[in-house]
């Protein structure tokens, strides 16, 4: 069975971009979750869809971050514009639905 | 508000000896507490995982224990391995919502 997809792996950007990453769940997983880890730091759930529907999304700063899920498969997350305390590992988990959570390899966000 | 503290940020343990990593919880509402486990570049795995209703669970040579009057978790692992080096999570969740809230990791090293 295919695990998380994420890409891109790793990312540099200078602050005021505009960066975009992507996830594709496990085959079959109802729920998708976007989470924020900063080094040092556990990770933070920003935003968890079921299908295509938001779930929770408290923690999303919705100023600069926007996400999507369309057809509830495949989902996006953005950041526009980015700013230095972005900078941190992204991490798309997805579940079948609000049971074991089994996460991508994330993306290493660097903004300078 | 920090609902989930592992106050050891790294440990390290002769290989075959017994490794304790412990984690502290604020909230009483948390329905299970799951352990996963990262290694650099890659995504967390699952672990182990206890339901509040449980004060012992084990799979191997690894066991959590939860004291929910202590409101405190612990995995042991016996016998470490050089393999089980890595950062640990704990990660308490509410069984309606699928929400995990993480602690900030315990970095575990086993020493040949």
């Known amino acids: 069975e295919a695990g998380v997809a994420q890409s891109p792996r790793y990312k540099i950007i200078e602050k005021r971009q505009s960066v975009a990453f992507w996830c594709n769940p496990i085959?079959?997983?109802?729920?998708l979750y976007w989470y924020q880890q900063i080094l040092g730091q556990g990770p933070k759930l920003l935003i968890q869809f079921q299908n295509n529907g938001v779930v929770d999304d408290s923690q999303l700063p919705k100023d600069r971050f926007s996400a999507e899920r369309l057809k509830g498969v495949d989902s996006t997350l953005k950041i526009q514009p980015a700013k230095l305390e972005d900078s941190a590992v992204y991490l798309c988990?997805?579940?079948?639905?609000?049971?074991?959570?089994?996460f991508g390899p994330g993306t290493r966000l660097t903004v300078l | 508000d920090q609902q989930v503290k592992q106050n050891s940020p790294s440990l390290s343990v002769q290989e075959g000896r017994i490794s304790i990593l412990n984690c502290d919880y604020t909230?009483?509402?948390?329905?299970?507490f799951l352990w996963y486990k990262k290694y650099p570049a890659e995504g967390p795995t699952f672990l182990i995982s206890?339901?509040?209703?449980?004060d012992k669970n084990e799979d191997g040579r690894f066991t959590v224990f939860l004291n929910k009057s202590a409101k405190h978790l612990s995995l042991h692992i016996v016998p470490s391995q050089p393999g089980d080096s890595a950062v640990y999570f704990c990660?308490?969740?509410?069984?309606?919502?699928?929400?995990?809230?993480f602690g900030q990791g315990t970095e575990l090293s086993v020493k040949p």
């Open positions: 206890i339901s509040s209703i449980k």
């Open positions: 085959s079959g997983h109802a729920t």
């Open positions: 990660a308490p969740g509410y069984n309606q919502g699928g929400k995990l809230i």
């Open positions: 988990a997805s579940s079948k639905l609000t049971d074991t959570q089994y």
């Open positions: 909230n009483s509402m948390f329905d299970y």
